[in-house]
Nanobody, 117 residues
């Protein structure tokens, strides 16, 4: 079984920073940790940031220039540095991974990020 372990969520004031981390605790060779999505009540899950196998990064429109994603060489641990946080960043953040050779998503349990005014 794949188990994605998320950490780093919490509550900060606007303008503050948090660093989220996600790792594949089982270190399954065929699993690639891709990045983060987020979701608020009543809304669809949306892209925050992903990193491709070639290192190409993709960011959601509302986090560009503020968040930075990175990953270890083995693609088992992803970190998301979130700077200049805004109240609208408040959401549950979910780590995403995929089996290599497929589009099957693997999700972490979600970690709450709350940004206060």
């Amino acid at each position: 079984q794949v188990q994605l372990v998320e950490s780093g969520g919490g509550s900060v004031q606007a303008g503050g920073s948090l660093r989220l981390s996600c790792r594949d605790s089982r270190s399954i060779a065929a699993v690639t940790v891709r990045g983060w999505y987020r979701q608020t009540p009543g809304n669809q899950r949306e892209l925050v940031a992903t990193i491709g196998i070639d290192g190409t990064t993709r960011y959601g429109d509302y986090v560009k220039g503020r968040f930075t994603i990175s990953r270890d060489k083995a693609r088992k641990t992803v970190s998301l540095q979130m700077n200049n946080l805004k109240p609208e960043d408040t959401a549950v953040y979910y780590c995403n991974a995929r089996w290599r050779g497929s589009d099957s998503d693997i999700w972490g349990q979600g970690t709450q990020v709350t940004v206060t005014s």
